[in-house]
């Protein structure tokens, strides 16, 4: 990698924070991004519908990615606009102006719809017809989705404090802090959580593991160690989620750190790979699959850390986390267009635009079914088809 990148891909944390800041005004990555070429499109993607969601994202990007549950599906915008649409049609089943600035993801389950709020309140909205349950306040601003289990919403605020609340009624249940670096990358980290206990990844490069009864620590683990003279240098940030697989192994990404396996009950580690990520990954069968900083995608055998395949065709284009759809990897770009790669292969096999303002959120997809939402607050539902 030459100097003048590796100083560009430096300039990632400063960027970030500047965005979080709400000053960054255009609708470009920190450093050049490969151009486009033509592949043999064996997958097609055919818009079935899409609405305009009030002012989109906001000049800060902020991660308000849309949710899905049963036949619903629900977006917002920066502003406080909330919309719940039909999945297959596009309908608009009920909107809902709130007049409080959304700053959060959406998170969609058990009929009730979970978000946050850019002065710190967590709301809980009925998802049949939009109407407020409760509302409650945390210690700061949140950007990442709230998480349940059946009693709880665990919620971290970009300070690196972890509210759990009630999830009937917004109370506070424990809190749970930890020390945080001066700088750091925006605040997205999002806890995974289960009923007995929640994994909380900080911007200091830890992971703990919290009993949910208390908020109390059950062990906690460096996975990034802090490095280089700058504090630029020395960001070691847990900003996605962990993924817990179903038998009890966790996979933890880390901004200039590794991937990591460990043994999700005691935190012994099974494998590192040397790759480092600001996104949650997504396992699928045997193979997880990671997008690194500068947008190559890797797939890795999640039993030993292998590397499978490596795609770097969407090299430094800002991509999105991953989904998946119908065997099929899927992701946004900074120019708005929607990517796909075949899971097993790693091979280009599909591509549409969706809106110039750029894609920055998580897709969220069913099946076949894609919906994703650009910068401009574009909800876009597409279908794949082989």
Known sequence: MSISKQLLRASLGALTLALLAGCASKNEPAY??????????????????????????????YPIAPAREGDSVFAADVEGVVMALNANSGQVEWEIDLDTPISSALTAVAGQLYFATGNGEVIALNQRDGSENWRSRVSSQVLAAPQPNQQLLVVQSVDGRVTALDRATGQERWVYTSSQPSLTLRGTGTPMVIDPVSFIGSANGRLATLDNRSG??????????????????????????????????????????????????????????????????????????????????????????????????LEDRWLTAPAFADGRLVFGDFEGYLHLIDAREGDLVGRTRVHSSGISVRPVTEGSIIHVQANNGRLETLEVTP
Not at 252 to 273: C, D, I, K
């Open 32 to 61: 050049t991004p490969k151009e486009l070429r033509s592949f043999d499109e064996t997958s097609s993607l055919d818009t079935q519908w899409r609405r305009n969601v009030g002012a989109g994202l906001g000049r800060a990007r």
């Open 216 to 313: 109390q620590p059950l062990w906690e683990l460096q996975i990034a160690m802090p490095s280089g003279r700058s504090e630029v240098d020395r960001l070691v940030d847990l900003s996605g989620q962990a993924t817990l697989s179903p038998d009890g192994r966790l996979f933890v990404t880390s901004y200039n750190g590794p991937v990591v396996a460990l043994e999700a009950t005691q935190g012994n580690v099974l494998w590192e790979a040397n790759l480092s990520s600001r996104h949650t990954p997504i396992l699928v069968g045997n193979l997880l699959f990671v997008v690194t900083d500068n947008s190559e995608v890797v797939a890795l055998d999640a039993n030993s850390g292998r590397e499978i395949w490596r795609n770097d065709d």
